[in-house]
């Protein structure tokens, strides 16, 4: 039902957008919901440098009570989203459909179907004319967008993928606890096993992926045998492993927080537990683990 003209508005919107970008900034989702929440509070008035109080925002300049776009389309539970820099969202959902939506619009650019429920999409961090989707099919596919086309797809059975390594790499997460390596054509490099050695979790699966925001080198790698492991996705080494309470069936999504504040600190996040690192510690690759 998309058809044709969905192809040719995203086609063109995808032009514009990447134009019209890049003369006010690249501005995340986040920064939208921002501006517009602290336009209607108290102003200083003036120019000059902006200012950075602590305290100086309250919970309700942060979020506001309404949404500011609903976008209706999938016909199931919404499991996973993923943002570009130029403001596309992908949406998919159990209805086995990846949408594409973009803040100027209200309708859906285009539908991208599988055979099966999709629990990982991510656009490519240098070109959103492209997206990686992971289907339970079985099958790891790279998106052209204004095609509507498959460029390359590979056989594996995926639970989450990124890219890494200034976007030279792609990497992907399966049920069995593997972590694979391909180049961005899709092209099989290697895999690692990131199964625990004791063993006690029988059926490990990986549950989540992240790039470090400041080196796109390090991938922290979350699996459901309750371990965190911080890869190098050069030599595909492990840095570090951060242990929890066994948790053999949750699905856990660690994540990466930079406290900008002194002292600054590197944290990790998830539900098993939190972990300061100091930031000069990481760069050198000696982590240092303080539990809450």
Not at 167 to 186: A, H, P
């Amino acid at each position: 039902q998309d058809g044709g003209s969905s192809r040719s508005s995203s086609t063109g919107l995808l032009e514009t957008a990447s134009i019209s970008t890049h003369s006010r900034g690249e501005a995340s989702p986040s920064d939208l919901l921002l501006v517009n929440s602290a336009s209607g509070g108290s102003g200083g008035g003036g120019g000059g440098e902006p200012r950075h109080r602590r305290g100086a925002i309250s919970g309700s300049a942060l979020y506001h009570p309404q949404p500011l776009l609903v976008y209706r389309g999938h016909e199931g539970v919404i499991t996973e989203l993923a943002w570009s820099k130029n403001l596309f969202l992908l949406s998919t959902g159990m209805d086995r459909q990846v949408r594409l939506w973009h803040v100027s619009r209200r309708e859906c650019l285009c539908a991208f179907s599988h055979n099966d429920t999709v629990p990982a999409i991510v656009f490519h961090p240098k070109d959103d004319r492209y997206f990686l989707s992971g289907s339970l099919d079985g099958k790891l596919r790279l998106w052209n967008i204004p095609d509507k086309k498959v460029r390359f797809w590979v056989d594996t059975i995926i639970t989450c993928a990124t890219f890494a390594c200034d976007s030279t790499k792609v990497v992907v997460g399966s049920y069995d606890g593997r972590v694979m390596f391909f180049t961005t054509e899709l092209t099989y490099i290697t895999f690692i096993t990131v199964k625990s050695v004791s063993g006690r979790c029988q059926q490990c699966r990986v549950t989540a992926i992240e790039i470090d925001p400041t080196d796109s080198n390090k991938i922290l790698v979350t699996s459901n045998d309750s371990r965190v492991r911080l890869i190098d996705a050069r030599d595909y080494h492990t840095l570090c492993k951060y242990r929890g309470f066994l948790n053999e069936t949750s699905q856990i999504r660690a994540s990466f927080r930079y406290c900008l504040f002194p002292p600054i600190f590197l944290e990790i996040f998830c539900k098993i537990r939190l972990h300061f690192c100091d930031v000069k510690e990481f760069i050198n690759e000696n982590i240092i683990q303080c539990t809450l």
